[in-house]
């Protein structure tokens, strides 16, 4: 019996236009009358995920930044997990060695040495995946999420790394370049006490090794008294691998990753066709479709 659900945001909970569709807000409104925990499990900082709830009119626990947080509905921290200073710094020292940009997630928000070209990223990105959506209005949404997403430039991410003030949470990690960030990842992946995924063909994302979804969500459902095996969790890609692999019941979205449809029992539509609400009417409301 399902006593819980966990969703990515990103290809699963929201669809292509970055929103939280009524079917998928009602299916899960629903589940939590029924006595349903619900929780995101998403790479995006709290603020990010926040304001996606907040538009659907949705007040959610939220496991943010692939497990580096967890904030209750009031958005208090009761949960986190940051990396080595000195790993963060080794690991900005490479990615600029080749010419790789990136983002830093800390306690304090998001940070770029170079705004425009975070904007640019973004939205390259985005409109490669939906060339359906016209550039400007990425671009504007782009701008948008990173405005909420408490994002700063920053002249040198060093002023993190020496800074008590700071717990860094992840690096975000963008190149178009296959082979660099191939090249990047065969020398990242040699170090200890990080841990390496990915949300797209073209980033990674790099936390400590203690900041995944799947400790997280495993540390959310005992304090809720829940066992992972009463658990669903939902996911596309292979940062949510970390949870789909320790719940009793794993979703692969429609538009997952071939290796995330290849561990999970369940399959769902994609993002663009409710797949989140229409597992969870299935599953967990035992709704004939």
Same mark, same amino acid.
Request: proline share 2%; with cysteine.
């Given at each position: ?23 998928? =807000? ?45 904030r209750?509905?009031?958005? /208090? $921290? $009761?949960?986190? =997990? ?14 600029? =060695? ?33 060339p /359906? ?19 700063? /430039? ?18 975000? $990690? ?5 082979? $660099? ?13 990080i ?16 900041? #995944?979804?799947?400790?997280a ?50 399959t ?12 969870i009417e ?6 004939? #479709?």
């Amino acid at each position: 019996m399902v006593k819980c659900i966990a969703t990515d945001m990103d290809g699963t909970l929201l669809n292509h236009e970055q929103r939280i569709s009524e079917r998928n =807000k009602l299916a899960i409104e629903t589940a939590i009358q029924q006595g349903v925990k619900v929780v995101v499990a998403t790479g995006r900082s709290y603020p990010e995920a926040a304001t996606v709830l907040k538009e659907a009119n949705l007040s959610l626990p939220i496991i943010c930044v692939n497990g580096a947080e967890i904030r209750n509905t009031a958005g /208090e $921290v $009761v949960y986190s =997990k940051g990396m080595k200073k000195e790993r963060a710094s080794f690991i900005a020292k490479e990615l600029k =060695k080749r010419d790789i940009y990136f983002e830093i997630y800390t306690n304090k928000g998001s940070f770029s040495e170079n705004y425009q070209l975070g904007v640019d990223v973004i939205v390259d990105i985005f409109h490669t995946a939906n060339p /359906e959506i016209p550039e400007e209005l990425i671009r504007k949404r782009a701008v948008e999420r990173l405005e909420v997403g408490v994002f700063e /430039e920053i002249s040198d991410y060093e002023t993190i790394f020496s800074s008590s003030e700071y717990d860094v949470y992840k690096f975000l $990690v963008f190149s178009k370049q296959k082979e $660099v960030l191939k090249e990047a990842y065969e020398v990242l992946v040699e170090i200890e006490d990080i841990a390496i995924s990915s949300s797209g063909e073209e980033n990674l994302e790099i936390n400590s090794s203690d900041a #995944q979804k799947g400790i997280a969500l495993s540390h959310f459902v005992a304090e809720q008294g829940i066992s992972l095996e009463d658990t669903l969790a939902l996911g596309d890609n292979l940062n949510d691998v970390s949870m789909l692999s320790v719940v009793g019941y794993p979703v692969a979205m429609g538009n997952a990753h071939k290796d995330v449809l290849a561990l999970c029992e369940y399959t769902t539509l994609t993002n663009r066709e409710d797949g989140v609400g229409r597992a969870i009417e299935s599953i967990v409301l035992k709704v004939h #479709q």
